[in-house]
């Protein structure tokens, strides 16, 4: 499996912004997907996950504000990003795994999207 991120970009707080990750070369269709994002000087934190029943979890700290959601049909996971903070500038991943009961830890996921960059300025 292949997985492609797009979306990022530059945009003000309070504003929104929607990632995709599309996967090639195989189907995620009963994968566990997230997405996962990286500042600078800090740890590769979990963001949020849809399982294959569509079942999703999200960080504390995005809750209310962002939606991860999946197409199978179009082999695709979303990140809808909104009333976005300077803090949740950095390195977005996407990651998928074939583990049913995930725990959303990122050595749990055995593929990886090339990452797309998020800058909320203030």
């Known amino acids: 499996v292949q997985l492609q991120a797009s979306g990022g970009g530059l945009v003000q707080a309070g504003g929104s912004l929607r990632l995709s990750c599309k996967a090639s070369e195989g189907t995620i269709s009963r994968y566990t997907l997230a997405w996962f994002r990286q500042a600078p000087g800090k740890e590769r934190e979990f963001v949020a996950g849809?399982?294959?029943?569509?079942?999703?979890y999200y960080l504390d700290s995005v809750k209310g504000r962002f939606t991860c959601s999946r197409s199978n049909s179009k082999n695709t996971v979303y990140l809808e990003m909104d009333s976005l903070k300077p803090e949740d500038t950095a390195v977005y991943y996407c990651?998928?795994?074939?583990?049913?009961?995930?725990?959303?830890?990122?050595?749990?996921?055995?593929?990886w999207g090339q990452g797309t960059q998020v800058t909320v300025s203030s």
């Open positions: 990651a998928a795994t074939p583990r049913i009961g995930s725990s959303y830890v990122p050595n749990e996921f055995y593929y």
């Open positions: 849809v399982r294959w029943d569509t079942g999703t």
